[in-house]
């Protein structure tokens, strides 16, 4: 069975950093183009990084303070967030393409995502 589970997510304060993972189960990341997107409270989701044939790209919202990276061999994705804001507060959710995305690709230009998990940064 095809799937994406995400981890990592929790309550963050202001400034502090965290570490998405998102693992693979039922096939192989290798040559997929991979994306994180979020979902605040009452909006619609957001792409905010993806790595498409080897290029990683990013947001305006979340440039220089978010690193994607991804583990072929552990079948990983991982996203890490530093200088967390409290506008950064949603749900976090990887996808998985085999065709080449953008960072503004919607998230039905993907093949699969995840349930997502839930970042919260407050004081």
């Known amino acids: 069975q095809l799937q994406l589970v995400e981890s990592g997510g929790g309550l963050v304060q202001p400034g502090g950093s965290l570490r998405l993972s998102c693992a693979a189960s039922g096939f192989t990341l290798g040559g997929y183009a991979i994306g994180w997107f979020r979902q605040a409270p009452g909006k619609d989701y957001e792409g905010i990084s993806c790595m498409s044939s080897g290029i990683s790209k990013y947001a305006d919202a979340v440039k220089g303070r978010f690193t994607i990276s991804r583990d072929n061999a552990k079948n990983t994705v991982y996203l890490q967030m530093n200088n967390l804001k409290p506008e950064d507060t949603a749900i976090y959710h990887c996808?998985?393409?085999?065709?080449?995305?953008?960072?503004?690709?919607?998230?039905?230009?993907?093949?699969?995502w995840g349930q997502g998990t839930q970042v919260t940064v407050s004081s």
């Open positions: 996808a998985v393409s085999r065709r080449d995305v953008d960072v503004d690709s919607p998230l039905y230009d993907y093949d699969y």
